[in-house]
T-cell receptor, first 116, second 116 residues
């Protein structure tokens, strides 16, 4: 079974600064997908960014980018120019590519605080 | 295009009562997933359904919990004889048919169940 580990329960960053959230995963599969979701206090789960394991190029979405290290099974999220609205719980998630519609496996989350 | 709709938003039940949580997937989506989030924890997979079929229920507790996704109407997660440990946020997510595992799951806003 796949597992996802987020070793930082809490992180904080100053507004306009950059922060990196860590995520590692364990799998024996070679083809899979990785996601970062954001959960603000409203509880809504919002997709931030996704990465296909077969792509070497790191995904980027505006101020959000990932550092995907397949050999190390690492998938960190970098938030640049942090904004107050970035404050939320961030979850890393894994999804197998072996079968269409397979489940997402989530890490335990990192609570990000943005200080003004 | 409305998102994933869950109701009720909040549900309070006394121990021993039944809880029914509803989820209407996004239009055109026929894959539904249920997740449970205990306080201060990540989302844990419960069950994956397609119309009239349970595809993967490996995350469901063996007793008291059941789920369905009928041909017509919303998906229902049913918890019989609730106990205090069932208090959690329950999230529903949906994805479209046949688009493969790189499609992100679209989440509802969750139902917070409180058992008194």
């Amino acid at each position: 079974a796949q597992t996802v580990t987020q070793s930082q329960p809490e992180m904080s960053v100053q507004e306009a600064e950059t922060v990196t959230l860590s995520c590692t995963y364990d799998t024996s599969e070679s083809d899979y997908y990785l996601f970062w979701y954001k959960q603000p206090p409203s509880r809504q789960m919002i997709l931030v960014i996704r990465q296909e394991a077969y792509k070497q190029q790191n995904a980027t979405e505006n101020r959000f980018s990932v550092n995907f290290q397949k050999a190390a099974k690492s998938f960190s999220l970098k938030i640049s120019d942090s904004q107050l609205g970035d404050a939320a719980m961030y979850f890393c998630a894994y999804r197998s590519a072996l079968a269409s519609g397979s489940r997402l496996t989530f890490g335990e989350g990192t609570q990000l605080t943005v200080n003004p | 295009n409305a998102g994933v709709m869950q109701n009720p938003r909040h549900l309070v039940r006394r121990r021993g009562q039944e809880a029914r949580l509803r989820c209407s997937p996004m239009k055109g989506h026929s894959h539904v997933y249920w997740y449970r989030q205990l306080p201060e924890e990540g989302l844990k997979f419960m069950v994956y359904l397609q119309k009239e079929n349970i595809i993967d229920e490996s995350g469901m507790p063996k007793e008291r919990f059941s789920a369905e996704f009928p041909k017509e109407g919303p998906s229902i997660l049913r918890i019989q004889q609730v106990v205090r440990g069932d208090s959690a946020a329950y999230f529903c997510a949906s994805s479209p048919l046949g688009t493969g595992s790189n499609s992100p799951l679209h989440f509802g806003n969750g139902t917070r169940l409180t058992v008194t």
